[in-house]
């Protein structure tokens, strides 16, 4: 997952149970890692996109994850799409890459060729009885952007007995319970405006209790602001919004989601408004904002 993972907890087990339960807490992103991530050729998921073009047996937990991605595809018409993991390659993003890709005078004519024959998230089939999905010849899918938030949701529920902490993994975090002074308090780091320099510090400061806070945003990689959220319909990384906030009840809900509103461009104020799943923080490119009405923050 190569993400730094920090857990804090105030516990009244003691010293041996409580170092037990956070071993175990952390044991749970390996185990993600390990079943759901493509970059690991042994993976289950890995399993599944090797066996397309015919239905494969997956693990009911793996069934529901992809359902519910396919959902969210779904319902944003294709702007959030977690099955262009060809896209991402052409762009160097695979493992161990030096973006050596990006120097190839062909990449543009090979993005929209591969626009044009891909299979579409639509044809992907679910057998709920067998517990079996079908993708299409060729096609694979990615978990990236609900993996994370996997892994953080199942280190919670070992951490359940607790009462108090907080799990963050590269900035997506869990929080349950407070501190003995008060709540959980999160920054909102503000990043750089695509190729304005502006940015840095905070936005402001956010309280946490039990529920998840995700971010999403671009970065550089030897281009300036060129970043892994592509436009799925034009193979382009996304330039209208700079990062996304999203708090929910759990870790997966917000994962996706922040995603989902960065890759969802200027309809993202109209889908924060209608879902009842999450509140949320959209910053545009031109650093303007936009908030839904329960997210709030002290600035």
Known sequence: MNTKVRIR???DLGTVSSRDLIKEAFSKFDYVTE???RFNQTSELSSLNRNSGHFHKVNPELFTLIEKLIQYSTLTEGAFDPT???LLEMYGFKKDSNYEELKDENLL????TYLKTRPSFRDIKFDKTNSAIKLQAGQRIDLGSIGKGLAIDLAASVLEPVNNFIINAGGDIRAHG???DGPWTVGLAQHELPNKGVGGGYFGHINIINQSLAASGGWGR????FHHLLNPKTG??????SQTFTLANDAQTADVWATILFASGKQGPDLLDTTEE????IVFADGSTYCSRGFSFIS
């Open 9 to 11: 907890i105030f516990s």
């Open 35 to 37: 079943k759901y991530t």
């Open 84 to 86: 262009i993991i060809d």
């Open 109 to 112: 004519k090979n993005i929209q």
């Open 178 to 180: 407070s501190k003995p």
């Open 222 to 225: 030897r281009v300036r602001f």
């Open 236 to 241: 382009m990384p996304i330039n209208e919004v």
């Open 278 to 281: 999450i509140e949320g923080m």
